[in-house]
């Protein structure tokens, strides 16, 4: 059977920086991301569990079965902070003056709705 320490940990990436509003999309696509992989890795532990279970005579005759995790349904809180600013562009040879907002997550935090 897989003990604990066997299972990876996902380790969220806090260090990437987002640019505007695209930024938004790129952190809920690396959260489910890291949601898959830690779902995947729960299935494999339980698998390997249950890999150990049919081979034993005594452990299937008592009739163990292995736990499957599944991740609960959650809450997702996402702090941002933004600046605004105007920039210089040029389009078809002319200057204009734009204003823009950059976004960026100021931490995320995840809360399980079972909890």
Same mark, same amino acid.
């Given at each position: 059977?897989?003990?604990?320490?066997?299972?990876?940990?996902?380790?969220?990436?806090?260090?990437?920086?987002?640019?505007?509003?695209?930024?938004?999309?790129?952190?809920?696509?690396?959260?489910?991301?890291?949601?898959?992989? /830690?779902? +995947?890795?729960?299935?494999?532990?339980?698998?390997?569990? &249950?890999?150990?279970?049919? =081979?034993? @005579?005594?452990? #299937?005759?008592?009739?163990?079965?292995?736990?499957?995790?599944?991740?609960?349904?959650?809450?997702?809180?996402?702090?941002?902070?933004?600046?605004?600013?105007?920039?210089?562009? /040029?389009? +078809?040879?002319?200057?204009?003056?734009?204003?823009?907002? &950059?976004?960026?997550?100021? =931490?995320? @935090?995840?809360? #399980?709705?079972?909890?």
């Amino acid at each position: 059977m897989t003990d604990e320490s066997s299972i990876t940990s996902v380790t969220p990436d806090y260090t990437k920086e987002y640019h505007f509003i695209t930024g938004v999309s790129e952190i809920l696509m690396q959260l489910k991301e890291d949601l898959d992989q /830690i779902q +995947n890795e729960l299935n494999a532990h339980s698998r390997e569990a &249950q890999k150990t279970i049919l =081979r034993s @005579k005594e452990l #299937s005759e008592q009739g163990l079965a292995a736990t499957w995790y599944m991740i609960p349904e959650i809450e997702l809180t996402i702090k941002m902070e933004y600046v605004e600013y105007t920039e210089k562009v /040029i389009e +078809n040879n002319e200057e204009k003056i734009v204003k823009r907002i &950059q976004l960026s997550p100021a =931490r995320r @935090k995840i809360k #399980s709705l079972k909890s």
